[in-house]
């Protein structure tokens, strides 16, 4: 996001990065009128061991269609 935003990082940014725990991902599927629906947060089930672990295209589809059809 932040070379979306012209930002460009520094060492001082990189060393930060070193020192401390980076922002966990989430995935969210928000209906038209704005409510979130569905979503899966990096680490929110397995803890650490979720770290870097995103749902499958399956997954992700599924919780689609379950949307679609309740």
């Not at 979306?4 to 989430?26: C, F, I, N, V």
């Not at 995103?54 to 059809?69: G, I, M, Q, W, Y």
């Amino acid at each position: 996001m932040t070379k979306l935003d012209g930002y460009t990082e520094s060492e001082t940014d990189h060393a930060d990065m070193e020192r401390q725990w980076p922002q966990l991902k989430g995935q969210f599927l928000i209906d038209r009128d704005g409510i979130v629906r569905w979503t899966n947060i990096e680490c929110a089930a397995e803890g650490l061991t979720g770290v870097g672990k995103f749902p499958s295209v399956d997954e992700t589809l599924t919780a689609a269609r379950t949307l679609l059809h309740p």
